[in-house]
């Protein structure tokens, strides 16, 4: 076992040959192990004194016999142990996309197999593979079958041979290679044709920096989409580069990246991938973003910035109590249909279904949030409620109908398309809610004068469902028995069903001294 090559211990511990030789007032031959988990080893490298070699992390290292460790396997020696010499009954499975996987053993339906012709993902994560091997063999291994290969946690070491072992499997077009640190070669562009039929890339949790990925544009010329997550990733660009100018520049047909579990503080770093040509769905859950900036912030033509962006998924950041503002900003991009954005602070103490409203009547552009598609209907009363909501405010600071201008700028800083939609909407109405956000409703059966109008108080945060036993209970009215509500919200509208049981009143935009028809 050489320097640098890694090593698998009987626990399934994993390291990196660091030292080689002898101890002073030992015998024999040692090797100094860096391992992946600090908490396997015990020192930095040193030995009384002596340093024998170093670790990233105080802990990392050990001295271990040569005995005590294994080194690793080529690829197709764990292939034809993994999947044609293991006796396990194994069942392939095939899957929503059509391919047939067999994870361990040998392929379902055959006795004794010589390839693996017809199994179309290999699961090697976890093993030993280390190298390619003999490439005539691989090849006649797997004759042009191999769509997906998971190389997850094993002991590579160099993309040279991830090339290797890609270029003797042509149908290759999903890799997974999470939990490895590989060296990147000195030319990317050196096993571009080995790598060229790769369009997903999986490759997180692998302390790979932003440069070294930005590499992979050289090495994949037709990767479509790149998980690079859980990589401590705080910026998104060299760390010698500091313009806010710079972008990401190559990833010709990328479709997807997802950047999910990072430490991404500033929304200008997310502003570098603007220019990606094809780029249309990113994910950033899990990072540090307080904030979110409009196209064109990072100066420039802000109609080329994000062009085809359709999907964000931003959940589990940071965005501040006062970033409603940054919801408002996400309008300024007009491609985006579907939108992630839930355990942020801005939502704290707002209800889902309240904090979905706003969000909803703040991007006009929105079909589809946390994955639920938003219909006319829904849209309509999102708006109502927004204007309902927010109406006094804009009263308080001088707004009016009629003079758009009336209202102070900091209440638009805050409501940009407020005017738009009460243009759309109109003002609500006037009658004024009871204390604690009671709603002061009138019930009355249009069908059925032999049942007297009451008036009921009700908090706007109760579901229609608690409405409706309400009005069972009054009018004793049986469970058995049929009943729609519809409302109206001024005299010569018409009447708005109330049909979705578990949204609250307020969904509905309800006012108090609104009338519910009970038909």
């Known amino acids: 076992m050489g320097l640098g090559e890694r090593v698998i211990d009987k626990n399934g511990e994993r390291g990196t040959v660091r030292f080689e030789g002898t101890l002073a007032d030992t015998n024999g ?17 040193s030995r009384n004194g002596t340093q024998y070699f170093s670790c990233q992390h105080p802990t990392a290292g050990s001295f271990v016999r040569p005995a005590a460790v294994t080194g690793g396997r080529s690829v197709v020696e764990v292939l034809r142990h993994r999947h044609l010499e293991v006796d396990d009954k194994v069942e392939a499975t095939t899957l929503e996309s059509g391919l047939v996987v067999s994870a361990l053993g040998q392929e379902a339906g055959r006795s004794k197999a010589e390839d693996l012709r017809g199994v179309q993902c290999a699961y090697l994560h976890g093993t030993e593979v280390s190298h390619c091997g003999d490439t005539a063999e691989l090849k006649a291994l797997c004759p042009d079958n191999i769509k997906f290969l998971d190389l997850s946690q094993t002991l590579l070491t160099e993309w040279t041979e991830v090339a290797a072992i890609a270029k003797c499997l042509p149908s290759l077009r999903k890799l997974e290679l999470s ?45 479509e989409e790149l998980h690079v997550c859980q990589n401590n990733l705080t910026q998104l660009r060299p760390e010698e580069a500091s313009s806010v100018e710079s972008v990401v520049e190559g990833f010709p047909n990328l479709r997807l990246l997802n950047l999910e579990i990072n430490k991404i503080e ?31 912030s990072a100066g420039g033509d802000p109609s080329k910035d994000f062009t085809c962006l359709q999907y964000l998924s931003i959940n589990e950041n940071r965005l501040l109590n006062s970033s409603w503002g940054s919801v408002d900003n996400l309008a300024s991009y007009s491609r985006l249909k579907d939108l992630r954005i839930r355990d942020n602070p801005c939502m704290e103490g707002e209800a889902v279904e309240n904090s979905r409203m706003l969000v909803i009547a703040r991007l006009p552009q929105l079909e589809v949030l946390h994955s639920s598609v938003i ?37 638009y800083m805050h409501h940009r398309r407020y005017f738009q939609l009460l243009q759309k909407h109109g003002e609500p109405p006037r009658a004024m809610r009871t204390k604690g956000n009671l709603l002061s409703l009138h019930i009355a059966f249009p069908d059925d ?47 708005r069903h109330l049909d979705e049981d578990k949204r609250p009143l307020s969904y509905f935009a309800l006012e108090a001294g609104n009338c519910i028809l009970v038909r």
Request: a neutral charge; proline letters at 6%; charged letters at 25%.
């Open 29 to 45: 031959e040692w090797l100094g192990v860096e391992w992946d988990d600090a908490a396997r080893g015990k020192h930095d490298g």
């Open 179 to 223: 939990d490895n640190q590989l060296a990147f070669p000195a030319e990317p562009q050196s096993v571009a044709a080995s790598l060229s039929g790769v369009k997903t890339l999986q490759y997180n949790r692998t302390n790979a920096k932003w440069e070294q990925i930005c590499m992979l544009s050289g090495m994949m010329p037709n990767l």
């Open 266 to 296: 500033d929304w200008m770093e997310v502003m570098r991938l603007r220019h990606l040509p094809k780029l249309e769905r990113l994910i950033l859950n899990d990072n540090q973003l307080a904030s979110i900036h409009s196209v064109g």
């Open 375 to 411: 219909f006319e209907k829904e849209r309509q009363h999102a708006e109502q409620y927004y204007v309902k909501r927010y109406f006094s405010e804009f009263e308080r600071q001088g707004g009016r109908l009629e003079e758009p201008q009336s209202v102070g700028q900091t209440f």
């Open 449 to 495: 004068t032999s049942k007297k109008p009451k008036t009921v108080n009700v908090p706007d945060s109760v579901p229609l469902a608690t409405l409706k036993g309400m009005i069972r209970r009054l009018y004793r009215i049986g469970p058995g028995d049929p009943m729609r509500l519809t409302y109206i919200v001024k005299q010569g509208d018409a009447e």
